[in-house]
Antibody, heavy 111, light 104 residues
Framework: EVQLVESGGGLVQPGGSLRLSCAAS????????MSWVRQAPGKGLEWVSV???????YYADSVKGRFTISRDNSNNTLYLQMNSLRAEDTALYYC?????WGQGTMVTVSS | DIQMTQSPSTLSASVGDRVTITCRAR??????LAWYQQKPGKAPKLLIY???SLESGVPSRFSGSGSGTEFTLTISSLQPDDFATYYC??????FGGGTKVEIK
């Protein structure tokens, strides 16, 4: 079955770090472009980052310099390393590949 | 970065109505545009890719058009299952602000 399963969310203090994981099954992460998309409570979708099969990465201005997208081919897993977290990073974080979306993992940044 | 602007932000309509949602890009994105439907508590669902191609399994009452900077999503006859929020997205980049389709 083709699916994506995110994990790693939780409560973190402002300035802290968190690493999100997205385990893929049914396809190979390194063969596809993979994205992170977030949605703050009651708000719209916000694109965060993308990594292409060739390894090129791109980030939204709101996270550039703080977040890093990567993948582990041996584990077929996508990651999002989030540093210097702010209250405005509070959101449900989805990983996505074309039509395939995970269920999301919630990140709350609060003291 | 290319910003995407959707209108309207909210739309009230009745079952059977024809509904049109507009998405504008600040600069040309050719046909690199997708449309998603999202219902509360659910992940978005892809409806249209490359501006006008219907994703497999999506009802034919949904259609997309446009290229360059202006795009539209049309629902030819609104059904009860279509009340949701719709987003446009430049491929692998920015989303529009969303259009909530409500029951009139």
């Amino acid at each position: 079955e083709v699916q994506l399963v995110e994990s790693g969310g939780g409560l973190v203090q402002p300035g802290g770090s968190l690493r999100l994981s997205c385990a893929a099954s049914g396809f190979t992460v390194s063969d596809k472009y993979m994205s992170w998309v977030r949605q703050a409570p009651g708000k719209g979708l916000e694109w965060v980052s993308v990594i292409y099969s060739g390894g090129n990465t791109y980030y939204a201005d709101s996270v550039k310099g703080r977040f890093t997208i990567s993948r582990d081919n041996s584990n077929n897993t996508l990651y999002l390393q989030m540093n210097s977290l702010r209250a405005e990073d509070t959101a449900l974080y989805y990983c996505a590949q074309d039509v395939i979306w995970g269920q999301g993992t919630m990140v709350t940044v609060s003291s | 970065d290319i910003q995407m602007t959707q209108s309207p932000s909210t739309l009230s309509a009745s079952v059977g109505d024809r509904v049109t949602i507009t998405c504008r890009a600040r600069q040309s994105i050719s046909n690199w545009l997708a449309w998603y439907q999202q219902k509360p508590g659910k992940a978005p669902k892809l409806l249209i890719y490359k501006a006008s191609s219907l994703e497999s399994g999506v009802p034919s009452r949904f259609s997309g058009s446009g290229s360059g900077t202006e795009f539209t999503l049309t629902i030819s006859s609104l059904q009860p299952d279509d009340f949701a929020t719709y987003y446009c997205q430049q491929y692998n980049r920015y989303f529009g602000g969303g259009t909530k389709v409500e029951i009139k």
